[in-house]
Structures are given as C-alpha cells and as structure tokens.
C-alpha cells in the first residue's frame, strides 16, 4: 500500500510539473508575442515619414513663343500637383505655393490650398498656371533653347504640415519639391520630367 502512496503522490507531483510548465510556456509565449507586436508597432507604425510632394505630366494649353531673335514665352496649363502621403495618419498641410522658374528667374506660381491627404493616399490638386518669360534678362539662354525646340522649367515648393497618427501622436513634417522639365515647343507637352 505505500508503494501505492508513493505511485499516485509521483504521479501527482508530476502533473502538477507539468501544469506548472505548459503555463510557463503559455505566458514565455504571450510575452514574445506582445514583444513583437509592439516592436512592428513602433518600427513600422509609428514611423511617421515626409509626404512625397511632386507635379504630374500635363499638357500645356496655350503656348505662344517668340524668335531667337526676340526670345520670349507665355504659356497657361492645369498642373497636377500630387501629394503621395504613406504614413499610417492623416497629413493635414498649410496653404502654399509652389514657384516655377527658368532658370534663377521666378515665371509664375501656383497657390496650394490648405487640406489634407488621408494615411496611405494620395491627394490630387489640379491648379491653373500661368507662366511668363517678361522678367527674363535679355542675357537668358531662351533664344537658344527656343531654337532646340526645348524650354526648361523647374518647380520649387513646399508643404508643411502634421502628420497624426491613433489621433494622438501628432509630429510636424514639411515635403519639398524640386522638379526640372523640359517642355517641346511644338507639340505642347512635357517631354521630359524629373523630380528629387
């Protein structure tokens, strides 16, 4: 009989070791799954980035040129201006503008409109631009590039704006544009666009 004893008091120690480690095991296992959902929380988040602040491809819709001779430019189109916003919040942004310049030399400008791109969208902002060569120096490189066929424009501009993320964290982010391209005089389309 006491060896019965001491059977069923092993077999009940052992169960109770048992017990003892599948709940060690169960809570070792919560933990690292916290640990990770909280590490891809934060790494991947609450990463908050800079919106990507470019212009599309468009088409220009009056284009009147002058000659090498007498060198000058008016041109109106509807720039598309994109806001690619890949955070996990809301980018709401101020107003701005966005400047468009050949060479060193200010032609025209484009007035943003304060709003906001929602988390991992794009805001699309159609604006009408007009462009001017009249405050061109006569010593501009227009009459040549008149005769390639080719006018080179740049656009600078920026968006400064927050970023909320879980309506909460909120962090102040600013999106620059820097983007060259080169407009074919005689079909009135941009063959050419690149942006930083």
């Not at 017990?19 to 908050?48: E, P, S, Y």
Request: proline share 3%; net charge positive.
């Amino acid at each position: 009989m006491s060896k019965d004893n001491e059977s069923l008091h092993y077999m009940d120690e052992e169960a109770k070791r048992k017990k003892r480690m599948k709940w060690t095991i169960g809570i070792i296992a919560f933990v690292i799954f916290q640990v990770v959902q909280a590490l891809f929380f934060v790494l991947v988040i609450m990463k908050f980035k800079s919106p990507k602040f470019r212009i599309g491809e468009f088409d220009v819709q009056t284009l009147n040129v002058g000659t090498q001779a007498s060198p000058s430019f008016n041109m109106a189109f509807v720039a598309p201006i994109r806001v690619k916003n890949t955070n996990w919040g809301p980018f709401k942004y101020d107003a701005s503008t966005v400047d468009f310049t050949y060479g060193d030399v200010q032609v025209g400008q484009a007035i943003i409109p304060k709003s906001k791109a929602n988390f991992k969208s794009t805001k699309k902002i159609d604006v009408s631009v007009t462009l001017s060569s009249a405050n061109l120096p006569t010593t501009s490189n227009l009459g040549s590039e008149l005769s390639s066929g080719i006018i080179t424009l740049n656009s600078q501009g920026a968006l400064k704006g927050k970023v909320t993320i879980m309506f909460m964290f909120k962090k102040t982010k600013t999106s620059q544009m820097n983007c060259t391209m080169g407009i074919n005089v005689a079909t009135k389309v941009v063959q050419s666009l690149s942006c930083e």
